[in-house]
C-alpha cells in the first residue's frame, strides 16, 4: 500500500505492507486523514511517545471503511463507516485498538469532514469534562483557541454550559472568527496586561483554563486563573520549558494538571471515547460541533500539507484524501 513514511530528509511517500492486525484491533481503508501539530513535530524529528522514527508511518487520525475486524474487536463489522484515532494514518490502511473507532455520525457526512474529528473531540472532551471538571455557568479560557482542536474545545465549552467562554489568538483575523465558534471574548494573548482582561471580565479570575501554549504563557495564566482555579496542560506549542512563579501557583492554589495520550492504557483511551459520545455524540450527529475544512491535499502531497500547516495560516483542519 502507498503510506506517507517518515525518513532522515522528513516525509516521503513510499510503498510498505499492508498492516496485520491484533485481535484488538480494526483495519480501516483510509479515505481521508486529519493532519496534527504532532505529525510536524515526528517530521522534524522528535518523539511522539513510542511513535516517530524513520520508517514509522504518519497520521494520528483518519476516516474510513472497516476492511478486517479482530477476533476481540467489538461493535463493527465490514463496511462501516468510522473515524478513528491511533497512528499510522497516513495511508491507504491503518488499524487501531476497536475503542478508538467511532461510527460517522451522519449518513451524509464525508469522509474528510469525519476526519477532522477524532482527536480534536477526545482531547477536548477529555481536558474540560475528564480533567477540566468544567460545570455549567463556569468561565473557560482556550489558549491556541483558532487551531482545530481549540476550536471544538471553544464550541463544547459553550455546548456543555459555561458562561463566559474566552479563547486566545494572536492573529488579528483568526481572533475575530472565534465567536462564531462559540467565544463570548478573544484576547491577543501578545499584550502582556491580557490576564488582568480576563480578570475583569471574569470577576476575579478564570474558573478553568485549557492550555495548548505552554511556554512563556504559564505564568500569564496563572495571573488570569481564579483561586482554586484549573489549567490543563494540553499542549506546547508554544516551548516546552520556561518559567514557572511556583509562589505564585501556591498562592492561587491551582490545579495545575498535564495530560497527554501519549502514555494512557488502551482501556484508558477506551474509556475517554465512550465518555466523549455519552456526552457530545447528539451535538456531533447534529452538527452543533463541527469545524472548518482549512484545504484537503492527495495523500501524494502529504509534505506540501505538512508545509502550509507549518506556515501557520489556516483556520480548521488540514487533511489528506487517500
Known amino acids: 500500500m502507498k503510506a506517507a513514511i517518515l525518513s532522515q530528509s522528513g516525509l516521503a511517500i513510499a510503498?510498505?505492507?499492508?498492516?496485520?492486525?491484533?485481535?484488538?484491533?480494526?483495519?480501516?481503508?483510509?479515505?481521508?486523514?486529519?493532519?496534527?501539530?504532532?505529525?510536524?513535530?515526528?517530521?522534524?524529528?522528535?518523539?511522539?511517545?513510542?511513535?516517530?522514527?524513520?520508517?514509522?508511518?504518519?497520521?494520528?487520525?483518519?476516516?474510513?471503511?472497516?476492511?478486517?475486524?479482530?477476533?476481540?474487536?467489538?461493535?463493527?463489522?465490514?463496511?462501516?463507516?468510522?473515524?478513528?484515532?491511533?497512528?499510522?494514518?497516513?495511508?491507504?490502511?491503518?488499524?487501531t485498538d476497536w475503542g478508538r473507532v467511532s461510527p460517522l455520525p451522519a449518513e451524509d457526512m464525508s469522509f474528510e469532514q469525519a476526519a477532522t474529528l477524532p482527536i480534536a473531540l477526545q482531547t477536548m472532551h477529555d481536558a474540560l469534562v475528564g480533567n477540566g471538571r468544567l460545570k455549567p455557568g463556569e468561565s473557560v479560557l482556550i489558549q491556541g483557541a483558532s487551531s482545530g482542536v481549540g476550536l471544538m474545545g471553544l464550541q463544547i465549552a459553550k455546548y456543555l454550559g459555561a458562561k463566559l467562554v474566552i479563547g486566545t489568538s494572536r492573529d488579528a483575523a483568526r481572533r475575530a472568527r472565534l465567536q462564531e465558534f462559540?467565544?463570548?471574548?478573544?484576547?491577543?494573548?501578545?499584550?502582556?496586561?491580557?490576564?488582568?482582561?480576563?480578570?475583569?471580565?471574569?470577576?476575579?479570575?478564570?474558573?478553568?483554563?485549557?492550555?495548548?501554549?505552554s511556554g512563556e504563557v504559564a505564568n500569564q495564566n496563572m495571573k488570569a486563573a481564579r483561586v482554586l482555579g484549573r489549567i490543563v496542560n494540553v499542549g506546547r506549542l508554544g516551548g516546552?520549558?520556561?518559567?514557572?512563579?511556583?509562589?505564585?501557583?501556591?498562592?492561587?492554589?491551582?490545579?495545575?494538571?498535564?495530560?497527554?495520550?501519549?502514555?494512557?492504557?488502551?482501556?484508558?483511551?477506551?474509556e475517554i471515547v465512550r465518555s466523549m459520545r455519552a456526552d457530545l455524540w447528539p451535538a456531533v450527529q447534529a452538527g452543533t460541533l463541527q469545524l472548518p475544512l482549512d484545504r484537503v491535499f492527495p495523500l501524494a502531497e502529504a509534505v506540501a500539507a505538512l508545509e502550509h500547516m507549518r506556515a501557520n495560516a489556516h483556520l480548521g483542519k488540514i487533511v489528506l484524501s487517500v
Request: proline fraction near 5%; glycine fraction near 14%; charge should be negative.
Open 15 to 95: 510503498e510498505v505492507p499492508k498492516p496485520e492486525i491484533r485481535p484488538n484491533e480494526i483495519l480501516v481503508r483510509v479515505r481521508a486523514a486529519g493532519l496534527n501539530r504532532a505529525d510536524l513535530l515526528m517530521t522534524d524529528g522528535r518523539m511522539h511517545g513510542p511513535l516517530g522514527g524513520a520508517g514509522t508511518i504518519a497520521g494520528l487520525e483518519w476516516a474510513g471503511e472497516v476492511a478486517e475486524t479482530g477476533s476481540e474487536s467489538s461493535g463493527f463489522k465490514l463496511g462501516d463507516r468510522v473515524m478513528c484515532s491511533g497512528a499510522g494514518g497516513y495511508a491507504e490502511y491503518a488499524a
Open 182 to 213: 462559540g467565544a463570548d471574548m478573544a484576547i491577543d494573548p501578545s499584550y502582556p496586561d491580557w490576564p488582568d482582561a480576563v480578570a475583569e471580565a471574569t470577576g476575579g479570575g478564570v474558573d478553568l483554563i485549557i492550555d495548548q501554549v
Open 240 to 270: 516546552f520549558s520556561g518559567e514557572f512563579d511556583y509562589d505564585l501557583h501556591a498562592l492561587k492554589r491551582i490545579d495545575y494538571i498535564g495530560v497527554t495520550f501519549r502514555t494512557r492504557s488502551a482501556e484508558e483511551v477506551r
